[in-house]
Structures are given as C-alpha cells and as structure tokens.
C-alpha cells in the first residue's frame, strides 16, 4: 500500500466517524494538520481539499474556515 493510498483510507475512516458523530469532526484545517503529521507527502492544502471532498461527498457539514 502507497503513502497515498494509506492516507485515502484513513481520510474514508475519518468521514465514517464523522457520519456518525459529525458534531465532533468538522474542522476541517485541523484534520488537516492532524494527517499531515502522519503523511508528509503531501501538503495541508492538499489534505483539506480531500478531506472537503470526502465530507461534501457525504453530505457532513464542515468549517474549512476555521482556525488551524
């Protein structure tokens, strides 16, 4: 398994736990920072557009404003 393919499938379980409780996952930049630490591959920007993706595809809500 890729880096890559590593950070998808934590990116899915992340917005599964989200599904279920997304009261207590919505800030977005801060996840960022959080899978960032771990996948240093890529950048937060690029984290935080995946994790949007991943939360707008679900329907969650999410604060990609918010203060990192």
């Known amino acids: 398994m890729t880096e890559s393919d590593a950070?998808?499938?934590e990116?899915?379980?992340?917005a599964a736990a989200a599904e279920a409780a997304p009261e207590t996952?919505?800030?977005l930049?801060?996840?960022a920072?959080?899978?960032w630490a771990n996948f240093d591959e890529s950048t937060v920007e690029d984290l935080q557009e995946i994790l949007s993706h991943?939360?707008?595809t679900r329907g969650l809500p999410f604060n990609d404003n918010?203060?990192?």
């Not at 990116?11 to 992340?14: E, P, Q, V």
């Open 11 to 14: 990116i899915y379980r992340l």
């Open 66 to 68: 918010a203060e990192i």
């Open 33 to 35: 920072v959080q899978l």
């Open 54 to 56: 991943e939360w707008r």
């Open 25 to 27: 996952t919505s800030n």
């Open 7 to 9: 950070l998808r499938e």
């Open 29 to 31: 930049k801060s996840l």
